[in-house]
C-alpha cells in the first residue's frame, strides 16, 4: 500500500525520508513542496534527486479528498463537502473576511460526543480521521484558491477545529496535523489564529497545552453539572470543576490570556438570567485563587435548528439580555454572527436532502452522508 505524505508532520517526513536512505533534511523540501506549493506529482519536485524522486514515486502518494459538492455562498464563503469512503463525507468551509481568510476543518466522520443540539451529535460517530484527511482539507481549499483567484501568497490565515467531530477524541491524528499547520515549512499559522474547539475532553486539554498550545474554546452551554449532563454528555465524565482546572492550567501555556467559551442559546433550556448569573459565578475566583478566577471571553452562538432536536432558539431579546447580564459583570461576551446564512439551507437538514445534490453513483453509494452544523462562523472568536 502507497504511503499518504499528507499523514506526516515533519519530524515523521524525516524519519520517513532516512527509512529511504535520505538525508533528513531531503524531508523539508518535499514537505515544502507539498504544502506550500500544493505539489501533486514528484514530477514536479526538481530540486530533488531524480532517483529520490523515482522511490518517492513507487513508495508514496498525496492523497486528496474527493469532492462531492461545492456551494459558494454570495458573502464569499465556500463550502465543500468531502466523501471520506464507506458511505462517510465530512464538511469543510471557508470564510473570506476583509482582513484574513478563515478554514473551518473537521477531525471524524460523526461524533460519539452526542450533544443534543448538535445534528453531528444525532447521526452518531462513524470514524476518527486520519491526519492526512485532515490536512488534506486544508491543503485542498489553500490551494485551489490561491490557483482559483491567482494570488501566490497564503490565502487562510486562521484555522478552527470547528467542523464535525470531537478534535480531542481523535488526539493522535490532530496533533501531527496542528503540528504541521504551525510550521513555517508548511502553512505557518500562528498559533493565536489556531483554535481547537472541544466538548470537555479534559485529559487532552493538558496534553494539547504541552504539544501544540494553540488557543483553545471550550464548548460549555450550561453554568452547572446537572444541565451539561443532559446537553453534552462527556460532562458526566469529566464535570465542570475538573474542565474549569483544565482551563486555568491550559491558560499557562496559552497564546492567549483567556479561553473562548461557547455557548448555545436554546430557548426554555439554558437562557435565563438565571443561568447568566451561575455562569458568572461559575468563572468566578473560587477559595484557592484569590484573583483572577477563570478569565474567558464568552461567545453566545444562536442555536441552528434541526428537527431531531426538539430544540429552538433563544429569541433575540433573550440572547441581548443573557449578554447584557454578563457584560454587566464585567465578561467579554459576543455574539457569534452567522456567514453564508445563503448556502446554510443543506445544514441541518437529513441526509436524504444531501445526497440529492450528489451524483447519481454516490447517491447509490451513500447511506451515511452527514451535513454538518458549522456552517455558520465565527467572526467574534477569531
Ligand atoms: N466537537 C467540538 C468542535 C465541533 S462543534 C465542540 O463541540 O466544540 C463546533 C461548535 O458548534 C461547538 O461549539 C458546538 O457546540 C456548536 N454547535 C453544534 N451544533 C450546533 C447547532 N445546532 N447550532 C449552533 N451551534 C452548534
Ligand atoms: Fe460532537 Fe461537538 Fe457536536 Fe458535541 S457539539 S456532538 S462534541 S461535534
Known sequence: ??????????????????????KRFRATQLFRWIHQRGAQNFDQMTDLAKSFRVQLESHCTISP????????????????????????AIETVFIPEEDRGTL???SQAGCAVGCVFCSTGHQGFSRNLSTGEILAQLWFAEHTLRAELDRPERIISNIVMMGMGEPLQNYSALAPALKTMLSDHAYGISRRRLTVSTSG?????????????????????????????????????????ELRSACVEYLSVAPRDFITLEYCMLEGVNDSL???????????????????????????????????????????????????????????????????????????????????????????????????????LVESLL
Open 65 to 88: 479528498l474527493k469532492v462531492l459538492s461545492r456551494q459558494n455562498s454570495k458573502d464569499g464563503t465556500i463550502k465543500w463537502l468531502f466523501d471520506v469512503g464507506a458511505g462517510d
Open 274 to 376: 438565571d443561568h447568566a448569573r451561575e455562569l458568572v459565578q461559575w468563572l468566578r475566583p473560587n477559595p484557592s485563587e484569590r484573583r483572577v478566577g477563570l478569565p474567558a471571553k464568552i461567545n453566545l452562538i444562536p442555536f441552528n435548528p434541526f428537527p431531531a432536536s426538539g430544540l429552538v432558539c433563544s429569541s433575540n431579546e433573550t440572547v441581548k439580555a443573557f449578554s447584557q447580564a454578563l457584560l454587566s459583570a464585567g465578561i467579554v461576551t459576543t455574539v457569534r454572527k452567522t456567514r453564508g446564512d445563503d448556502i446554510d439551507a443543506a445544514c441541518g437538514q437529513l441526509a436524504g436532502e444531501v445526497l440529492d445534490r450528489t451524483n447519481v453513483q454516490t447517491r447509490m453509494t451513500k447511506q451515511k452522508v452527514i451535513p454538518l452544523h458549522t456552517h455558520k
Open 201 to 241: 475532553v479534559v485529559p487532552m486539554i493538558e496534553r494539547l497545552g504541552r504539544d501544540a498550545p494553540v488557543a483553545l474554546a471550550v464548548s460549555l452551554h450550561a453554568p452547572n453539572d446537572a444541565l451539561r449532563d443532559r446537553l453534552v454528555p462527556l460532562n458526566k465524565k469529566y464535570p465542570l470543576a
Open 1 to 22: 500500500m502507497l504511503v499518504n505524505l499528507l499523514d506526516f508532520d515533519l519530524e515523521h517526513l524525516s524519519d520517513y525520508c532516512e527509512s529511504l536512505g535520505e
Open 104 to 106: 473551518c476543518i473537521s
